[in-house]
């Protein structure tokens, strides 16, 4: 008998609710299979700005870091980072004593989530003022960990999480944002708190759930964060993002031709954005109307953007005159944020060379290094792009041509792209188990 949509789509919400049951009643002894990815993100305007309440645009890339949660062997906790050659395991035991200690979640009161952090990092051997994302995954790895696989019993579950990507690290990509969703979309599915739905994405109300939590991950790795990169990696798009908003994602985006510029110069975000904010603090007549700018900088892109895609829909091209308009606000923007102090020399080749080939560039994420990108000509041929590619290449950048406003998290069958092989070839091992 063929069944109407809206009988196949109780029957399936039906079939989820049982498998949430299920997976909530095994909870406290192991996780059960999981595959999630998320995309990292593209800040197009309002990096830093955004810490301080000022709106920012941003849009998901085509690249992606993916997680695959497993049962694991018994009594033990594992997390594997091959593209960092790293892997680490805990006995369940271990992590059960900091979970029956002082609590982390909500309610704690500020002494009790300290002594419960200073456990969480005593357990990963990371130093109290250790402020690199790497040697800080741990740390949120397990903080997710007893927060979220933990929560709806008070034990521990064996498990293996083993996470690729391919986003570099401290690029200003949102490697660490992607990492912490992917972990809480996964862990939060394992535990059988969210389910997909038929097409692998979440509800509204489970994607909220996700960014909670992914902002929790992010705000061990990063201090302070403004939480616009957990944001777009979750929702995907393209976002209208302000602190402490819901964000609203952008009706109309044209297809901008991006070339992402990797300086491959290291940074710490934290360290970054705690620098702007002493400045701010020293300097507040100089450092306010510089931040007012780039907020209202990012509501006129917004209105650019939305008549660049208006002009696709009516005749595919770009009035000149919009175009410009764009790639002088690419221009500012890139001023604006060496005036607040986070520009590099190598970010400023990255710029000059754009200029050279006809582009325009301007950092994304943190800034200080890590990646930039250039708006293309929309009429830019391909042996122009390669030669603007190939004086990248020869000064010792990384280039790729991507695309944003891709799909947010996801649940996928298997992983959702090829794993690159390790540097070495050798998975370096940090085993916390007890000799």
């Known amino acids: 008998e063929k069944k109407d949509p809206i009988s196949r789509t109780k029957e399936w919400r039906d079939r989820c609710e049982r498998s949430r049951l299920i997976a909530m009643a095994a ?16 800040i197009l305007t309002g990096e830093h700005s955004v810490v301080f309440g000022k709106p920012a645009v941003a849009a998901s890339l085509n690249l992606r870091t993916a997680a695959l949660f497993e049962a694991g062997k018994s009594s033990e906790v594992s997390l594997e980072l091959p593209d960092l050659n790293i892997a680490s395991s805990w006995p369940t035991a271990a992590i059960q004593a900091v979970l029956d200690g002082p609590p982390g979640g909500d309610g704690a009161t500020e002494a009790e989530r300290s002594a419960y952090f200073d456990a969480i990092r005593r357990l990963a051997k990371v130093d109290p003022n250790e402020v690199q994302a790497k040697s800080l995954a741990a740390v949120a790895f397990l903080h997710l960990y007893t927060q979220i696989a933990c929560g709806s019993t008070g034990k521990v579950p064996s498990g293996s999480v083993r996470v690729h990507s391919q986003l570099p690290v401290g690029a200003g990509l949102g490697s660490s944002a992607a990492f912490s969703v992917a972990l809480s979309a996964g862990l939060l599915q394992a535990a059988g708190v969210t389910t997909p739905t038929e097409n692998g994405g979440y509800t509204a109300e489970d994607q909220n759930l996700v960014n909670k939590w992914a902002f929790e991950g992010e705000k061990v790795i990063h201090g302070t964060p403004s939480g616009i990169d957990n944001s777009v990696s979750t929702f995907g798009g393209a976002i209208h993002f302000v602190k402490g908003d819901e964000p609203v994602q952008l009706e109309a985006m044209p297809t901008l031709r991006i070339l992402l510029v990797n300086t491959k110069v290291p940074r710490s975000t934290m360290a970054l954005v705690a620098g702007v904010r002493e400045l701010k603090a020293l300097f507040p007549a100089v450092m306010d109307p510089v931040i007012d700018a780039m907020g209202e900088l990012s509501l006129v892109v917004e209105g650019v953007l939305g008549k660049l895609a208006a002009e696709e829909r009516n005749g595919g ?17 890139q001023h604006l944020l060496k005036t607040i102090g986070v520009g590099h020399k190598a970010l400023d080749e990255v710029c000059a060379v754009a200029t050279e080939h006809g582009g325009h560039a ?50 996928n069958d298997k992983l959702p792209f090829e794993p690159a092989a390790t540097a070495t070839g050798i998975i370096r091992k940090e085993s916390f188990m007890p000799p």
């Open 317 to 333: 091209q770009w009035a000149a005159a919009t175009a410009t308009q764009l790639e002088t606000l690419v221009d500012l923007n």
């Open 27 to 42: 909870a406290g002894s192991a996780l059960r299979s999981v595959c999630v990815s998320a995309p990292g993100k593209l």
């Open 362 to 411: 301007k950092l994304t994420g943190a800034g200080g290094g890590g990646c930039a990108f250039v708006v293309l000509p929309q009429a830019m041929e391909k042996a122009a792009l390669a030669k603007l590619s190939a004086d990248y290449e020869a000064r010792g950048f990384e280039v790729w041509e991507t695309t944003v406003g891709g799909p947010g998290v996801q649940s």
